[in-house]
């Protein structure tokens, strides 16, 4: 690329980021565009800009896998579809699954999980050829609590782990470790640096539950590229679509085996909420003062780098 063409790249990205923190945010995005109520007769309705489909991966042996692609951003552009992938953990995979995935022309997996859950959950099943890349994100030790909190038997200590509020405190507290722990920082920042390397083929990346670190990297992500505050924070809020059938699963399967009383204790910590994701922006404007000083002073991203996502993923 030409000196010139680099600085306009760079000037492209800073006006992007700059309006990101400066215009109203857009209308949020849903799984599947909102229909339009029928208008009463003799008026017509009104136009309503319809937000893209989430385009999901159906798989047997995962429910939250999705194409980070297809956003608008604030300055006309669309994130572009095939590039990078957003899921759930991939131990569970079926063959068939397999084979679907292979259909993505993936050359990266990124694991954010901690030792403990890949041990306990499984390791990835991939296509041949491809390998999970270990990029563990703190969980705050809460994997191991949820263990020993069902491993127990005991509503009593049930509630006293998970109830009064202490589960949705200790989510504020996993996503506000996003911005304020250097190691965690450091992960997302190289599952970026990747993203932006022209070299780098189609990327997916993941945790447990492909919601709460999976569901911060897709956010910083989406904001970098310039798409509406709200469009990725709906993306964000997205996973409780995906997720919601098979976590009333595991609820009820809980209860109908007695480990749980009440396993509705686990929603706080199945769900995504406005109020986890505000707890991690408001860490990051304590500790950054913009999401633009969190980009370049927290998680270290140059104006070249900022520059070379922008003209990779945005079309």
């Not at 050359?107 to 999970?132: C, H, M, N, S, W």
């Not at 990327?203 to 992500?221: A, F």
Request: include cysteine; glycine fraction near 10%.
């Amino acid at each position: 690329m030409s000196r010139a063409r680099t600085r306009l790249a760079t000037a492209a990205a800073v006006a992007s980021l700059a309006l990101v923190a400066a215009l109203p945010a857009a209308a949020p995005a849903v799984a599947a565009a909102p229909a339009v109520a029928a208008a009463p007769a003799g008026r017509s309705a009104p136009h309503r800009p319809q937000a893209p489909a989430i385009r999901q991966i159906p798989l047997q042996g995962a429910v939250n896998v999705r194409d980070v692609g297809g956003y608008r951003t604030y300055t006309g552009g669309q994130v572009r579809q095939g590039l990078v992938y957003r899921s759930d953990a991939l131990g569970k995979l079926t063959p068939a699954d397999i084979t679907t995935v292979a259909g993505l022309g993936l050359t990266k997996a990124v694991d954010f999980r901690i030792p403990l859950e890949v041990q306990y959950d499984g390791a990835d099943r991939l296509p041949p050829g491809l390998a999970a890349t270990s990029r563990p994100v703190s969980d705050l030790g809460l994997y191991g609590t949820l263990m020993t909190a069902i491993g127990s038997g005991d509503p009593v200590q049930q509630e006293q782990m998970l109830g009064g509020g202490r589960a949705e405190s200790y989510m504020r507290d996993i996503y506000r470790t996003f911005v304020s722990s250097p190691e965690n920082r450091a992960q997302f920042a190289a599952t970026l640096r990747e993203i932006a390397d022209g070299r780098q083929g189609p990327l997916l990346y993941h945790c447990t539950s492909g919601k709460d670190r999976t569901g911060w990297m897709s956010y910083v992500l989406l904001r970098a590229l310039g798409v509406p505050e709200q469009s990725a924070g709906a993306d964000y809020l997205a996973s409780n679509t995906f997720r919601g059938a098979y976590d009333a699963q595991v609820r009820a399967g809980l209860k109908q085996s007695g480990r749980m009383q009440n396993p509705d204790l686990l929603i706080p910590l199945q769900e995504v909420r406005q109020d986890y994701l505000d707890a991690a922006t408001a860490r990051m404007e304590a500790d950054y003062g913009s999401f633009y000083g969190y980009l370049t002073k927290g998680l270290g991203l140059d104006l070249g780098t900022l520059a070379r996502l922008q003209s990779k993923m945005v079309r």
